[in-house]
C-alpha cells in the first residue's frame, strides 16, 4: 500500500459566510478532528476517493482570525486549494473575495481557486450571475452550498482535492503522511 498522499487546502472568506459551517458538515462524524487552538487555526482532516484513488484532504479553517489579516500569511503556506466562500445573501461578502483572493495569491501564486454561494437554503438578494463572472475572471469553479441542508457540501470538497491533487502533481511530489 503507497502513502495516502496529504493535500492542504485553506478556506477563506469574510466572518459569518459559513466557513466553519461547511467544514464541520463535510467532517461531521469522521476520524481525526483536532484543534490547534494556540494559533487559533480550526483543523481537520478528511479522506476523499478520486477516480486517482484516495487523498487525504487537511482542510484549515480560520477561527475568527478574518480581522486580523497580520496572522493570516502562515495559515496559507503550503495550500494548495482554497475555497473563496461568500453568503449568498450578503453581496459584500461576494464584493470582498477579490481582497482574499488578492492576499491568498501573494503568499502561494498558482494555487487553485474555487468559488462557494453558501447559505442556498436562505433568500437570494441578487442571482448567480455576479458570482459566475467573478469566478471566470479568476478561472475558478463556482459552485452553492447549503451548510445547512447540506446540499453542495460533497461536491465542494470533493472538486478542491480535485484541483488540489492536481496541482500538487505539478509540483511533482506529495507530502507523505
Ligand atoms: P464563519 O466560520 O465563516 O464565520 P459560521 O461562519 O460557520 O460560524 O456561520 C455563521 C452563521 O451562519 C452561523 O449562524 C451559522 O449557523 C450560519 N450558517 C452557516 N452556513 C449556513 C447555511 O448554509 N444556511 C444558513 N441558513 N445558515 C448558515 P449563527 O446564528 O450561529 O451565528
Ligand atoms: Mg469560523
Given at each position: 500500500?503507497?502513502?495516502?498522499?496529504?493535500?492542504?487546502?485553506?478556506?477563506?472568506?469574510?466572518?459569518?459566510?459559513?466557513k466553519t459551517s461547511l467544514v464541520r458538515r463535510y467532517c461531521e462524524g469522521k476520524f481525526d478532528t483536532s484543534r490547534v487552538a494556540t494559533i487559533g487555526v480550526d483543523f481537520q482532516t478528511h479522506t476523499v476517493?478520486?477516480?486517482s484513488g484516495q487523498v487525504k484532504l487537511s482542510i484549515w479553517d480560520m477561527a475568527g482570525q478574518e480581522r486580523f489579516r497580520v496572522v493570516r500569511g502562515g495559515f496559507y503556506r503550503?495550500?494548495?486549494a482554497a475555497a473563496l466562500v461568500f453568503d449568498i445573501t450578503n453581496p459584500s461578502s461576494l464584493t470582498n473575495l477579490e481582497s482574499w483572493y488578492q492576499e491568498i495569491s501573494e503568499v502561494?501564486?498558482?494555487?487553485?481557486?474555487?468559488?462557494i454561494g453558501n447559505k442556498i437554503d436562505l433568500e437570494r438578494v441578487q442571482g448567480p450571475e455576479t458570482a459566475q463572472a467573478y469566478a471566470a475572471r479568476i478561472?475558478?469553479?463556482?459552485?452553492?452550498?447549503?451548510?445547512?441542508?447540506?446540499?453542495?457540501?460533497?461536491?465542494?470538497?470533493?472538486?478542491?482535492?480535485?484541483?488540489?491533487?492536481?496541482?500538487s502533481a505539478t509540483l511533482g511530489s506529495h507530502q507523505p503522511e
Open positions: 500500500m503507497g502513502k495516502i498522499p496529504v493535500l492542504k487546502v485553506v478556506i477563506a472568506g469574510d466572518g459569518n459566510v459559513g476517493d478520486l477516480p503550503g495550500s494548495l502561494a501564486p498558482n494555487q487553485k481557486f474555487i468559488i478561472s475558478a469553479p463556482y459552485l452553492e452550498t447549503s451548510a445547512l441542508t447540506g446540499e453542495g457540501v460533497s461536491l465542494m470538497f470533493e472538486t478542491m482535492a480535485t484541483l488540489a491533487f492536481s496541482y
